[in-house]
Nanobody, 126 residues
Framework: QVQLVESGGGLVQAGGSLSLSCAASGLTFSWYGMGWFRQAPGKEREFVVSIGRSGGDTYYADSVKGRFTISRDNSKNTVYLQMNSLKPEDTAVYYC???????????????????WGQGTQVTVSS
């Protein structure tokens, strides 16, 4: 079965950096646009960043532009999220997402995602 397994979350001070990874299995990774969403307590799950199937196109939420970078390695079935200049408002559970045949700009709506990871907690202290 399809599995998306996130890793790399943790606690960091404001201004610090964290790197997340999402390892996919049970699917043809290069067929899927990939993305990261996050959900803070009491809030809706929101789009953060996405990347197209070849890695040639990316799409960022305004709130993370210039601070976060998404990348993927299709040979390792893995997508990465580098988060710099972290802010307390970035605190959330971060979820990896996969959508078949999607370009980056399409992997922005939670309702159309085919597969989700279990999530990893990111906490930014002030």
């Amino acid at each position: 079965q399809v599995q998306l397994v996130e890793s790399g979350g943790g606690l960091v001070q404001a201004g610090g950096s964290l790197s997340l990874s999402c390892a996919a299995s049970g699917l043809t990774f290069s067929w899927y646009g990939m993305g990261w969403f996050r959900q803070a307590p009491g809030k809706e799950r929101e789009f953060v960043v996405s990347i197209g199937r070849s890695g040639g196109d990316t799409y960022y939420a305004d709130s993370v532009k210039g601070r976060f970078t998404i990348s993927r390695d299709n040979s390792k079935n893995t997508v990465y999220l580098q988060m710099n200049s972290l802010k307390p408002e970035d605190t959330a559970v971060y979820y990896c997402a996969a959508e078949k045949w999607a370009v980056a700009q399409a992997v922005t709506v939670a309702q159309t995602i085919d597969y989700w990871g279990q999530g990893t907690q990111v906490t930014v202290s002030s």
